[in-house]
């Protein structure tokens, strides 16, 4: 059974860093890709980026301006979002997702507030 699991969400302030969490089990882990979402209140969910199955590649939306960083542990199972220079507009619930053909398996996620 897929399961996900963030963790590392919090209230920082404005300029401020967190670090998620992404802990995947049921899975060969290492061998799926695994992106990153995020949803605020009355907002579209956004595709944050993603990391390739090997960690060599990640691609990130243009929001993020060399903010975030993805990486992951395989010996893990264990993907990571690293943020840095929060801003209030970031403030949203943190998602990761895996592919496999066509099912999406996703977290629950991980709330992440940016205010002063």
């Known amino acids: 059974q897929v399961h996900l699991v963030e963790s590392g969400g919090g209230l920082v302030q404005p300029g401020g860093s967190l670090r998620l969490s992404c802990a995947a089990s049921?899975?060969?882990?290492?061998?799926?890709?695994i992106d990153w979402y995020r949803r605020a209140p009355g907002r579209e969910r956004e595709q944050v980026g993603f990391i390739t199955a090997s960690g060599r590649r990640t691609k990130y939306a243009d929001f993020v301006k060399g903010r975030f960083t993805i990486s992951r542990d395989n010996t893990k199972s264990t993907v990571y979002l690293e943020m840095t220079d929060l801003q209030p507009e970031d403030s949203a619930t943190y998602y990761c997702?895996?592919?496999?053909?066509?099912?999406?398996?996703w977290g629950q996620g991980t709330q992440v507030t940016v205010s002063s």
């Open positions: 049921g899975f060969t882990f290492r061998t799926y890709a």
């Open positions: 997702m895996v592919e496999m053909g066509e099912d999406e398996y």
